[in-house]
């Protein structure tokens, strides 16, 4: 008997009904007869672990999988005759889109630099923006200043950091800075009749 295995690929936070299944092809050699019985391996560093339960010509590939390259080995076994054959799964980032909250503030003023103040369009179920860096294109009274994002961090349900899981885009957001209002007081003086005038002068508060 001879075997084969094709690859296949899967985008992180595939679901259970869309995960990549791996089928083998066998061949079997002239005057071989009976059934063929499968057994399906992962494989780390040239070290194979059996599958339980993954013993038929597919196997499904188990969801929680990391982006990554993942290799997997078949073993046909017919009479006398065993082969193998090695495949591969690639699991490929989810694309994620990060963009930055409108914002308004006074001249002088700093934006709120935390994550609560970016959207993430993309997450997988239950996982979350747990940062992100913020930075302004101008920081006058100006008609185009924007927000933009970068370096987002992302963590699943347990806190973990699963941002590599991620290919990230980050989409700028509007930030508006208003004028401060000044107030401009002259400060009392007085003379008596004949004298010089004082040095006049003011103060300035908000």
């Known amino acids: 008997v001879s075997i084969t295995a094709s690859p296949s690929e899967a985008v992180y936070g595939y679901a259970a009904s869309s995960a990549p299944v791996l089928t083998a092809e066998t061949v079997k050699g002239e ?3 009976g059934d063929v019985s499968y057994q399906w391996y992962k494989v780390n560093n040239g070290a194979e672990t059996a599958i339980d339960g993954a013993a038929g010509v ?3 590939v188990e969801t929680g999988l990391d982006a990554g390259t993942y290799t997997y080995r078949v073993k046909a076994e017919l009479e006398d005759s065993s082969q193998s054959a090695d495949t591969e799964v690639t699991v490929t980032q989810a694309p994620l889109t ?10 002088g003023g700093a934006i709120e630099n935390t994550a609560d103040q970016a959207t993430a369009e993309g997450l997988v179920s239950g996982h979350r923006l747990s940062g992100v ?3 302004t294109s101008d920081k006058n009274v100006t008609a185009n200043v924007t927000i933009t994002p970068g370096t987002a961090a992302v963590a699943d349900a347990s806190g973990k950091n699963v941002t590599a899981n991620y290919a990230i885009t980050y989409k700028d957001g509007k930030l508006t800075i208003t004028r401060r209002p000044v107030t401009v007081t002259a400060d009392d003086k007085s003379k008596t009749y004949g004298e010089t005038d004082p040095l006049l002068t003011y103060a300035v508060g908000p």
């Open 133 to 135: 860096t913020l930075t």
């Open 58 to 60: 597919s196997y499904t």
């Open 98 to 107: 990060v963009t930055a909250r409108p914002q308004t503030i006074v001249y």
């Open 31 to 33: 005057g071989a007869s």
